[in-house]
């Protein structure tokens, strides 16, 4: 488990020294960025499969809407920051605005559109939160928050932060919640990573004009239970 950890990890930073030459491309449409992010994210998810043994798979493509939404997801490893960018079509991340200072991949979350927040901002951070969100939105994007603001590990009290039901009136698009169980897998304060299948889940959006507490009550009787549900089964299943 340690050395396939460390196999994966190594192999990711060998990457990005060879995507360094790349950056220059980041000059040309977003388009181009966002067409050789996808492909070296799948390259990524690849080298976890086949270092560490680790899968995933994704129910509830369905319940994904046509056209722009919030996407409101659990946020237990650093997994999901990966298969969220494949999964969906043209995810605008809501993340630190210190995660685009990391060479190459830092720049890379910049020339795709993210939203990079800072978080030492106060109230004027939320109204750029806002603010850059209709703007993903009107591009006809989907706009994807953890409404934790940080990784929790599985089977934890959940602790929701305001911003996701300020994105959410203000927004006034469908809200799509998504469980998992990563952090049974890639857990959030340690480098090792565990064989397995990940499991994301999208479930059924939530449509716009609830206030904020029946939003917010919504959102959580959503993916808490759901999320608790998939690690109760993962843990369940022997591991290879």
């Not at 605005?97 to 991949?105: D, F, G, H, K, Y």
């Amino acid at each position: 488990m340690v050395l396939r950890s460390l196999a994966f990890q190594g192999l990711v930073i060998a990457s990005l020294v060879l995507l360094l030459p790349a950056c220059l491309f980041m000059i040309l449409p977003r388009a181009v960025t966002r067409v050789v992010a996808r492909l070296v994210v799948h390259g990524w998810l690849a080298l976890l499969r086949l270092t560490v043994g680790l899968a995933y798979e994704v129910r509830g493509r369905e319940n994904l809407p046509e056209g722009p939404c919030l996407i409101a997801a659990k946020h237990q490893s650093a997994f999901e920051t990966l298969a969220l960018q494949v999964i969906l079509t043209d995810p605008a991340f809501v993340l630190k605005r210190e995660l685009t200072l990391i060479p190459v991949a830092g720049w890379g979350m910049w020339r795709l559109g993210h939203i990079a927040i800072d978080r030492n901002a106060g109230a004027s951070a939320l109204m750029s939160l806002i603010r850059q969100a209709k703007r993903r939105i009107a591009d006809g994007r989907q706009v994807v928050i953890f409404p934790e603001g940080t990784r929790s590990a599985p089977l934890s009290a959940p602790n929701y932060r305001p911003g996701v039901a300020a994105l959410y009136r203000a927004l006034q698009v469908p809200c799509v919640p998504v469980a998992l169980n990563s952090g049974l897998f890639w857990p959030r304060n340690s480098p090792w990573k565990f064989p397995g299948r990940i499991t994301i889940e999208i479930l059924p959006a939530l449509a716009p004009g609830l206030s904020s507490g029946a939003f917010m009550a919504e959102l959580q009787q959503a993916v808490e239970p759901r999320s608790a549900e998939l690690a109760r089964a993962a843990m369940a299943t022997p591991r290879p």
